[in-house]
T-cell receptor, first 115, second 114 residues
């Protein structure tokens, strides 16, 4: 079974709209870490955020915000007032706290922001 | 150079060729990774090196052979590949092989096997 599910394969929004990218994860570990990465057309995955399983506080960084809910095993990512430069593939990943830094990635959500 | 660099950025090879991919990290990290990224599939972890020792080999065919001469350099040697091996190969590094460390990625090598 896939440990990280990103059900949205592709999303298109018009510039300045808000958009939420969904991420659902599955783990039996009580300690784990969740990550979001952005992959622009250049190919390099860019780290955006890490969230620990014991910290459910939502986080905001500029136009980006993350909603972590353990009750629903979700770690959703919202971009407010989207811009063309936000067009990329976004990946959610899980690292389980069993000591090894093995990432389980979702299949990614391709976001296109239309000017 | 900063971050994680990979060369070449693009590679086209025949099934009988031998080639190598190179990765270098300038972050002072101790763990390095090779991933394969194919369309519509999650990133597949291939190999992990921690302090130059291979710690993970996720059932990767022997036609892929990794080498880690030091903590800053990682190679992926390729020989007798198949067309289905065409993909984006990404290198990453992290401080060490502990669960909470974010991984930093290079730009990848786009490999096409004819």
């Amino acid at each position: 079974a896939q440990k990280v599910t990103q059900a949205q394969t592709e999303i298109s929004v018009v510039e300045k709209e808000d958009v939420t990218l969904d991420c659902v994860y599955e783990t039996r570990d009580t300690t784990y870490y969740l990550f979001w990465y952005k992959q622009p057309p250049s190919g390099e995955l860019v780290f955006l955020i890490r969230r620990n399983s014991f910290d459910e506080q939502n986080e905001i960084s500029g136009r980006y915000s993350w909603n972590f809910q353990k009750s629903t095993s979700s770690f959703n990512f919202t971009i407010t007032a989207s811009q063309v430069v936000d067009s990329a593939v976004y990946f959610c990943a899980l690292s389980e706290g069993s000591g090894r830094n093995q990432f389980y990635f979702g299949t990614g959500t391709s976001l296109t922001v239309i000017p | 150079e900063t971050g994680v660099t990979q060369t070449p950025r693009h590679l086209v090879m025949g099934m009988t060729n031998k080639k190598s991919l190179k990765c270098e990290q300038h972050l002072g990290h101790n763990a390095m990774y090779w991933y394969k990224q194919s369309a519509k599939k999650p990133l597949e972890l291939m190999f992990v090196y921690n302090f130059k020792e291979q710690t993970e080999n996720n059932s990767v065919p022997s036609r892929f052979s990794p080498e880690c001469p030091n903590s800053s350099h990682l190679f992926l040697h390729l020989h007798t590949l198949q067309p289905e091996d065409s993909a984006l190969y990404l290198c990453a590094s992290s401080l060490d092989f502990i669960a909470y460390n974010e991984q930093f990625f290079g730009p990848g090598t786009r490999l096409t096997v004819l």
